[in-house]
């Protein structure tokens, strides 16, 4: 089935250690994206990427870093965790960013318990 | 600064009863809006996509409007049904943007 696929789906880690969230899409879009929701904030912006081999920050981008090696994969990195990255990660992808049709889809979010 | 307003925050009705959703948002140089399902624990699923220069969609019992003059749109829903409760997302595509709601809590009750 054609979608976004994010591992792992649940982790809990202890602080300063760290985490990759994988994310892989099989429709072969451009624009990939990492969000985070917490309650009461809704979905933030955490980085974003146009197309493989380029990436940009979004609204919370600190703490984490991403990489764009080719189209299909997204990994999001917190390379030393804090209790304020736990939160549920989503990974979404579209065919466009800022510039006209691309629908939104999303995978099914990674649940991260920083201790 | 609140980009994109949903109301209500929660809205509980009974089954059977027509619904409107509400979204409100400050940037009038959209390129599209998306209405977006979530349910408990998972991942958004994608209801229903307005360009900018169209003013409706429909799938379903589902349609969604837009206003762009007004900042406004709209997600229908009749003849709600059980199944129907989850909670609402909308989401606009801006200039290297996408904003979105915090989105609307349906309940339906049997």
């Known amino acids: 089935i054609a979608g976004i696929t994010q591992a792992p789906t649940s982790q809990i880690l202890a602080a300063g250690r760290r985490m990759t969230l994988r994310c892989t899409q099989d429709?072969?879009?451009?624009?990939m994206y990492w969000y985070r929701q917490d309650l009461g904030l809704g979905l933030r912006l955490i980085h974003y990427s146009n197309t493989a081999g380029t990436t940009g920050k979004g609204e919370v981008p600190d703490g984490y870093s991403v990489s764009r090696a080719n189209t299909d994969d997204f990994p999001l990195t917190l390379a030393s965790a804090v209790p304020s990255q736990t939160s549920v990660y989503f990974c979404?992808?579209?065919?466009?960013?800022?510039?006209?049709?691309?629908?939104?889809?999303f995978g099914e979010g990674s649940r991260l318990t920083v201790l | 600064k609140q980009e994109v307003t949903q109301i209500p925050a929660a809205l509980s009705v009974p089954e059977g009863e027509n619904l409107v959703l509400n979204c409100s948002f400050t940037d009038s140089a959209i390129y599209n809006l998306q209405w977006f399902r979530q349910d408990p624990g998972k991942g958004l699923t994608s209801l229903l996509l307005i360009q900018s220069s169209q003013r409706e969609q429909t799938s379903g019992r589902l349609n969604a409007s837009l206003d762009k003059s007004s900042g406004r749109s709209t997600l229908y829903i009749a003849a709600s049904q059980p199944g129907d409760s989850a909670t609402y997302l909308c989401?606009?595509?801006?200039?290297?943007?996408?904003?979105f709601g915090t989105g609307t809590r349906l309940l339906v009750s049997p």
């Open positions: 989401a606009y595509t801006g200039f290297q943007k996408l904003v």
């Open positions: 429709m072969r879009h451009n624009a």
């Open positions: 979404a992808s579209s065919d466009s960013l800022g510039q006209g049709t691309g629908e939104l889809f």
